[in-house]
């Protein structure tokens, strides 16, 4: 034996059951405690992501975009679509009173592509009037999008030679974009012209499908809005929908506070259960503390009457715990990442809202958060048991278990 | 070093019939000398570990004061008196106090490990143990002694650090004639090496090595023996 200190490491090997107890306790609030954090955390990313790609006031679909894909789904969730408008109601839009920018979108759904698993939304726009994907897309890529160029995103794969194949063509990725937690990761971007090819490509190899009847070089899937200062984005979408038939057009902040809800919901959810789970923990862990106090009375008593201090039997407590504490937390953290990990994607499916996990860096200084939170509960519990024991007198504490 | 008490008592609260306290030790002077060996003798329940218990510093008194060599130990700060027990009071407590986690021997070098190097004091521990009888156990678990084997164990730990005070609460309890008498003689002789040596008992043995012999009743004590 070195010194006094020696006891709390001979305590643990000397009672593992009761050691693994009080971790266990540790790595459930350390798990509760990250595994919240990090959703709520992705979620809260997810949306400003989401937010800073959409750009827009207004957003106009076909009636028909109805059971299929909306711009939310094939935003948030990926789902494809194919619906149209005319570039009749398109020019209708612009006409608008109030409407100050507009910018279409097509939307191409490829068949099964080199690239993917799973069919990819290809989403055409204007690089001349767009305000809403380029500002995006320029965080990744400065150049200048020529014919039969591609962006995608960051979930689909980029081959080794830089060439993917959409409908017997192929097209040269110019660029992938950052990761952005929604449904937009799995896309492929390209300016008009390219698109119109591949919807010509594809009309030819679908016999004309889904393409009847629709003029695809004026056609349109969304029209995206900006409104003139001075007028009511409100009073705008109403006047749109009134006069432009066979389009739904949607305010863009009505589309984000729906999502801004749901998130706010979740979140406050999540953070209410990861609550509960801390003060369940904290509760059993200061029950379970008092238990092993009292259990130790004659412990701390004997070492009180060979001539320790109440300081040096705190620090004797405060490590024997902190080493229980920092095990369990380590495991729970562990666990956290373990099932965060593989689960990531289906939270994403499952919350149907935007996610965005965070960067390595703030992982990792969540973990140290929980960390520590844990810690300081697994140190103030003991302690304020300990504290409580050694409160009286020695000689009181010995006769009472003698 | 001389251990004194002056004008100590020890008042209890407890619901009783008439009174809601009772005074385990009246108030009463005593001291330990270097050199002597003492025994308390008297009935249970009649405040002879009450009174220990306050000599050594592990309870403090209602009234009076306890001295060593000329220090109130009762003035002195929790970490202070903690430090002053460790290197000068060796204290046996009454009942079985062996700390289960450690071995006999790591629970007899514990004193020696609070305020310094437990390694120094090793082969001292050894030679205790075996005065003690009980070497050939020091790396067994102390949950695995008889209750005599613990008497003689936590009699080594008091002894570890060479205290030049001795406070004994019924350390011959558990032990059979033989190793009582051994016990009884190691204090004997400790107290002629010039330690102050209390020992609280029942032992009728023991008073024949006592050079002073005090009775307690119902918290009263008076000398009976002044050799």
């Given at each position: 034996m070195k010194s006094a200190l020696s006891l709390p490491f001979k305590n643990i090997a000397r009672k593992p059951f009761r050691a693994a107890a009080t971790a266990a306790l540790a790595a459930l609030l350390s798990f509760a405690i990250f595994a919240g954090a990090f959703t709520v955390m992705s979620l809260q990313r997810g949306l400003s992501a989401y937010k800073a790609r959409l750009g827009a006031d207004i957003v106009v679909v076909p009636n028909s975009?109805?059971?299929?894909?909306?711009?939310?789904?094939?935003?948030?969730?990926?789902?494809?679509?194919?619906?149209?408008?005319?570039?009749?109601?398109?020019?209708?839009?612009?006409?608008?009173?109030?409407?100050?920018?507009?910018?279409?979108?097509?939307?191409?759904?490829?068949?099964?592509?080199?690239?993917?698993?799973?069919?990819?939304?290809?989403?055409?726009?204007?690089?001349?009037?767009?305000?809403?994907?380029?500002?995006?897309?320029?965080?990744?890529?400065?150049?200048?999008?020529?014919?039969?160029?591609?962006?995608?995103?960051?979930?689909?794969?980029?081959?080794?030679?830089?060439?993917?194949?959409?409908?017997?063509?192929?097209?040269?990725?110019?660029?992938?974009?950052?990761?952005?937690?929604?449904?937009?990761?799995?896309?492929?971007?390209?300016n008009m012209a390219t698109v119109e090819k591949m919807a010509e490509n594809a009309a030819n190899i679908l016999d004309g499908e889904p393409f009847k009847g629709i003029d695809i070089e004026t056609a349109a899937s969304a029209v995206l809005i900006k409104v003139s200062d001075g007028f009511d984005i409100e009073a705008v979408t109403d006047d749109i929908n009134i006069h432009v038939t066979k389009v739904q057009a949607t305010p863009a902040k009505t589309m984000i506070?729906?999502?801004?809800?749901?998130?706010?919901?979740?979140?406050?959810?999540?953070?209410?259960?990861?609550?509960?789970?801390?003060?369940?923990?904290?509760?059993?862990?200061?029950?379970?503390?008092?238990?092993?106090?009292?259990?130790?009375?004659?412990?701390?008593?004997?070492?009180?009457?060979?001539?320790?201090s109440r300081g040096m039997l705190f620090s004797i407590m405060a490590l024997e715990s902190a080493l229980v504490s920092l095990v369990g937390a380590l495991a729970g953290l562990l666990c956290a990442l373990g099932v965060l990990a593989p689960l990531t994607d289906s939270l994403k499916e499952s919350l149907s809202l935007p996610f965005f996990t965070p960067d390595a860096g703030v992982v990792v200084l969540l973990g140290a958060g929980a960390l520590l939170l844990s810690l300081l509960s697994g140190l103030v519990t003991s302690c304020v048991s300990a504290c409580r024991i050694t409160r009286g007198e020695t000689a009181l504490l010995l006769r009472e278990d003698a | 070093m001389k251990l004194t008490a002056e004008s100590i008592s020890r008042i209890f609260f407890r619901n009783g019939k008439n009174t809601n306290f009772f005074s385990a030790v009246e108030e009463t002077d005593f001291s330990l000398e270097p050199g002597k060996l003492t025994e308390i003798v008297g009935r249970s329940g009649s405040g002879k570990t009450t009174l220990s218990n306050m000599l050594a510093g592990l309870l403090a008194p209602t009234s009076g004061r306890v001295l060593l060599d000329g220090r109130d130990i009762y003035a002195l700060s929790d970490p202070e008196r903690s430090k002053l027990r460790n290197e000068h009071i060796g204290v046996v407590p009454q009942g079985q106090t062996g700390l289960q986690s450690l071995t006999v021997l790591e629970n007899v070098l514990?004193?020696?490990?609070?305020?310094?190097?437990?390694?120094?004091?090793?082969?001292?521990?050894?030679?205790?143990?075996?005065?003690?009888?009980?070497?050939?156990?020091?790396?067994?678990?102390?949950?695995?002694?008889?209750?005599?084997?613990?008497?003689?164990?936590?009699?080594?730990?008091?002894?570890?650090?060479?205290?030049?005070?001795?406070?004994?609460?019924?350390?011959?309890?558990?032990?059979?004639?033989?190793?009582?008498?051994?016990?009884?003689?190691?204090?004997?002789?400790?107290?002629?090496?010039?330690?102050?040596?209390?020992?609280?008992?029942?032992?009728?043995?023991?008073?024949?090595?006592?050079?002073?012999?005090?009775?307690?009743?119902?918290?009263?004590?008076?000398?009976?023996?002044?050799?």
């Open positions: 975009a109805k059971g299929h894909g909306t711009v939310d789904d094939i935003l948030l969730q990926g789902i494809t679509g194919t619906y149209y408008m005319s570039g009749k109601d398109v020019k209708k839009i612009a006409s608008t009173k109030g409407v100050e920018k507009v910018t279409k979108q097509f939307f191409l759904t490829s068949a099964k592509a080199s690239c993917c698993s799973s069919r990819v939304q290809i989403i055409g726009f204007d690089p001349e009037t767009d305000f809403s994907v380029m500002s995006w897309i320029s965080e990744s890529f400065s150049g200048e999008i020529k014919d039969g160029d591609i962006i995608i995103g960051a979930d689909v794969s980029l081959p080794a030679d830089g060439i993917i194949k959409f409908y017997g063509e192929s097209y040269r990725v110019a660029a992938q974009l950052g990761k952005t937690g929604t449904g937009l990761d799995s896309a492929v971007y390209t506070s729906g999502i801004s809800e749901g998130l706010s919901g979740v979140s406050k959810m999540i953070g209410a259960l990861v609550a509960v789970i801390w003060v369940l923990a904290v509760v059993i862990m200061a029950v379970a503390f008092a238990l092993i106090s009292n259990e130790r009375r004659k412990e701390f008593a004997v070492l009180r009457v060979m001539g320790a | 514990m004193p020696a490990a609070m305020y310094g190097s437990a390694a120094s004091k090793e082969k001292r521990a050894h030679e205790l143990l075996s005065e003690m009888e009980i070497d050939d156990l020091c790396d067994v678990y102390s949950n695995e002694l008889s209750g005599g084997e613990l008497r003689r164990m936590a009699i080594a730990r008091a002894l570890i650090n060479d205290p030049k005070v001795i406070i004994a609460d019924e350390p011959t309890s558990d032990l059979d004639d033989d190793t009582t008498q051994k016990v009884l003689k190691l204090f004997r002789r400790l107290a002629d090496d010039g330690a102050a040596v209390l020992i609280v008992t029942h032992e009728r043995e023991a008073l024949r090595y006592a050079d002073l012999v005090y009775k307690m009743d119902k918290g009263v004590l008076s000398l009976q023996k002044n050799i």
